[in-house]
């Protein structure tokens, strides 16, 4: 599966795919396009989506404004993601300004685990 980015638009085959802002990165999961667009241009922090080979979004990063664990409730991600690292070919760990990660399913776009497991234990900046 061949695609090429120009600013905001992800060209797949003869189909063009336009973003609401300049795509920043992109990683090939199996028969799924992980795209990221540009964090100093986005005003929102779900600035990711998953593409499939017929040029569909299938799916885009929930908001995730407040999260429950361990009975508590707490702050959820607030800020844009900043790059995407390829674990394998069944996670995708997504980077934010807040200097943490968060790993995701790339073919739904879900959250592998409660995302405060992947800040317990870590410093909170």
Known sequence: ???SVNKNV??????KIEFPFKISHTEKFGE???VITDYHESNINENVWGVN?????????PKVDQVEFEGKQYLGINDPYTEVYKVDEKT???FNWE???FEIDPLTGKFTKNILEFRN???PW
């Not at 992800?10 to 189909?15: I, N």
């Not at 080979?53 to 990063?61: A, L, M, P, Y």
């Open 53 to 61: 080979r017929n040029g569909e979004i299938i799916w885009q990063i």
């Open 32 to 34: 799924v396009i992980l």
């Open 92 to 94: 995708a760990r997504l």
């Open 121 to 123: 234990k870590k410093r």
């Open 10 to 15: 992800l060209r797949l085959g003869a189909k």
């Open 99 to 101: 200097g943490g990660y």
């Open 1 to 3: 599966m061949n695609f």
